[in-house]
């Protein structure tokens, strides 16, 4: 039988007014293993008030990260959990993940921070499928920071968080913030799980927010280079390896072509250890790109301003969409099927990879 390891608090501000706490976020499942898994919820136990200058006076949420760490679990379990002692809304449940030679499903889709109606229009239709996790491939709020932002968030996934495992990765606009790392309790801003005979690795991108003095951030993504390398090589049995980071290695929104200079670092890496997927965020659309047998797909139309794709790339860019829209993806032995879903509801593409 599995067993609960632990509970962690974690405060999030120092001071605020009294109130009845109110839970604004969850409960969610992360870090799910085949053999343990988190459940974590975002308490709002009051507000401080902030006036600055004489103006505007706002009211800040203040807020607390409550968990558990489960162990003792095992491949292909369905876990659920009551998290609120009997209230519906603390109830939900989670897979753990597939034996190797199981078909699994899961969708990704990020860039969520902003046109909130769109954001829940996207999730709701995430929320009609039967899925086994669910990738954010980053920009989860505007500012990561800013504790008003993340009840907002919490309040658009909650349905969805009920019922999948998730995995996040940071984009620029969380700017590294300590929220990211304690709701979805993360210890290193880079990781990796298997899921079935699926390898995936998560990266941090945002190599901007990592660090202060240039020396420091080009420490950062050198480590994190090297644990890549090291990660796919130890991961060569898996039927199929997957990356997800936020900035893409490369794009066709003229604007932001070449900027991203150092992530491009990572393509030789990919092809070295024959991936066959990189999914990325950051700019706001469709795009499906291949370079040198790996197959590029950017997903960032969870609900932040459209961005126009306006420089295909020659003899690399395969498809693009300027749309809201997620990625369903299907891994079943001897192929992944990829089905691109537009908000309305047209198929994209659909595209099948090979081991």
């Given at each position: 039988?599995?067993k609960?390891?632990?509970?962690?608090?974690?405060?999030?501000?120092?001071?605020?007014?009294?109130?009845a706490?109110?839970?604004?976020?969850?409960?969610?499942?992360?870090?799910?293993?085949?053999?343990?898994?988190?459940?974590?919820?975002?308490?709002?136990?009051?507000?401080?008030?902030?006036?600055?200058?004489?103006?505007?006076?706002?009211?800040v949420?203040?807020?607390?990260?409550?968990?558990?760490?489960?162990?003792?679990?095992?491949?292909?379990?369905?876990?659920?959990?009551d998290a609120?002692?009997?209230?519906?809304?603390?109830?939900?449940?989670?897979?753990?993940?597939?034996?190797?030679?199981?078909?699994?499903?899961?969708?990704?889709?990020?860039?969520?921070?902003?046109?909130?109606?769109?954001?829940?229009?996207?999730?709701?239709?995430?929320?009609?499928?039967?899925?086994?996790?669910?990738?954010?491939?980053?920009d989860?709020?505007?500012?990561?920071?800013?504790?008003a932002?993340?009840?907002?968030?919490f309040?658009?996934?909650r349905?969805?968080?009920?019922?999948?495992?998730?995995?996040?990765?940071?984009?620029?606009?969380?700017?590294n913030?300590?929220?990211?790392?304690?709701?979805?309790?993360?210890?290193?801003?880079y990781?990796?799980?298997?899921w079935?005979s699926?390898?995936?690795?998560?990266?941090?991108?945002?190599?901007?927010?990592?660090?202060?003095s240039?020396?420091?951030?080009?420490?950062?993504w050198?480590?994190?280079?090297?644990?890549?390398?090291?990660?796919?090589?130890?991961?060569?049995?898996?039927?199929f390896?997957?990356?997800?980071m936020?900035?893409?290695?490369?794009?066709?929104?003229?604007?932001?072509?070449?900027?991203?200079?150092?992530?491009?670092?990572?393509?030789?890496?990919?092809?070295?250890?024959?991936?066959?997927?990189?999914?990325?965020?950051h700019?706001?659309?469709?795009?499906?790109?291949?370079?040198?047998?790996?197959?590029?797909?950017?997903?960032?139309?969870g609900?932040?301003?459209?961005?126009?794709?306006?420089?295909?790339?020659?003899?690399?860019?395969?498809?693009?969409e300027?749309?809201?829209?997620?990625?369903?993806?299907?891994v079943?032995?001897?192929?992944?099927?990829?089905?691109?879903?537009?908000?309305?509801?047209?198929?994209?593409?659909?595209?099948?990879?090979?081991?």
């Open positions: 039988m599995f609960v390891q632990t509970a962690v608090f974690c405060a999030l501000t120092l001071t605020a007014s009294l109130a706490e109110e839970v604004i976020g969850g409960p969610y499942a992360v870090n799910v293993t085949s053999r343990s898994a988190t459940i974590a919820w975002v308490v709002k136990t009051g507000d401080v008030k902030v006036n600055v200058s004489g103006k505007e006076t706002l009211s949420p203040v807020l607390r990260c409550d968990r558990i760490s489960l162990a003792g679990l095992k491949p292909g379990q369905v876990v659920q959990y609120l002692n009997g209230k519906s809304e603390g109830k939900g449940s989670f897979k753990t993940p597939a034996a190797p030679g199981a078909t699994f499903d899961f969708v990704v889709f990020g860039d969520t921070r902003t046109r909130h109606e769109l954001h829940r229009k996207i999730t709701g239709a995430i929320e009609k499928l039967s899925l086994d996790f669910v990738i954010h491939t980053g989860l709020v505007t500012d990561g920071y800013d504790a932002q993340w009840p907002v968030f309040d658009i996934e349905n969805l968080l009920k019922k999948v495992a998730f995995y996040p990765v940071l984009g620029n606009h969380e700017r913030s300590r929220q990211f790392y304690d709701f979805f309790n993360v210890t290193t801003p990781y990796s799980f298997d079935g699926a390898h995936f690795a998560l990266l941090n991108s945002d190599i901007g927010n990592v660090a202060i240039t020396a420091a951030k080009d420490a950062f050198n480590e994190q280079l090297r644990w890549l390398d090291e990660d796919l090589a130890k991961a060569q049995k898996a039927e390896r997957f990356v997800v936020h900035h893409p290695p490369m794009t066709a929104v003229k604007r932001r072509q070449g900027e991203d200079k150092a992530v491009a670092q990572t393509m030789p890496i990919f092809e070295k250890h024959k991936v066959q997927a990189v999914f990325c965020g700019d706001h659309n469709y795009q499906r790109h291949i370079k040198n047998g790996v197959t590029y797909i950017i997903t960032g139309g609900g932040a301003p459209l961005y126009p794709v306006d420089a295909p790339i020659p003899g690399v860019t395969q498809k693009v300027s749309t809201e829209h997620y990625v369903k993806v299907r079943a032995p001897g192929k992944t099927s990829i089905h691109a879903v537009a908000l309305d509801g047209h198929t994209i593409e659909e595209v099948e990879l090979k081991p």
